[in-house]
């Protein structure tokens, strides 16, 4: 088991410990350069179980990252890149995982083997709302969207 100020794994219902893991692939280096840097990696969450001592890991495939690095007379430090859309992973208690990604609005049950057991899409999102006379989204309340079919609606009087 690891921990640190936060305990990162979790135990599913078989007691079983599982704890994610990466293998970097293409590393900047440490330090890295100053600048933006983006490298990639496998994800992993690893399981033992208590009981037997076994081991397994199930493979997430790759994840893609990118920071931006800078130097200081005191040293060096990084600042990450907002709004990166990156997948979640969550082990489910009763086996398998769920697994959201930002970007696709859909939630997805997967079994310990990967295949596909439970889909969640979201519905419609509505895109393209505009206000009335120009005025901004914060302080407009009365204005024109258009719903996913690019019907006109009103949603405030």
């Known amino acids: 088991m690891t921990y640190g100020y936060i305990w ?3 135990f599913d219902n078989r007691d079983r410990y599982w704890r ?13 350069p100053p600048g933006l840097s983006s490298w990639s990696e496998r994800r992993y969450y690893k399981s ?4 037997s001592g076994a081991t397994d890991s199930v493979y997430f495939g790759k994840a893609s990252f ?3 690095a800078y130097t200081t007379p005191a040293g060096w430090g990084f600042l990450p890149i907002p709004f990166q859309a990156v997948e ?9 995982f769920w697994r959201a990604h930002p970007a ?7 079994g310990e083997g990967g295949d596909t057991l439970v889909v969640i899409e979201a519905g419609c999102l509505c895109t393209g709302s505009r206000t009335r006379i120009g005025r901004p989204m914060s302080t407009a309340l009365s204005k024109t969207v258009r719903n996913c079919a690019g019907r006109r609606k ?4």
């Open 20 to 32: 994610t893991t990466t293998h970097g692939e293409d590393d900047p280096g440490y330090p890295p």
């Open 48 to 51: 033992y179980e208590l009981s």
């Open 154 to 157: 009103r949603s405030l009087p």
């Open 8 to 10: 990162d794994g979790v």
């Open 88 to 96: 979640l992973i969550d082990v489910n208690p009763s086996g398998g």
């Open 66 to 68: 990118q920071v931006y």
């Open 104 to 110: 696709s609005y859909r939630i997805v049950r997967t």
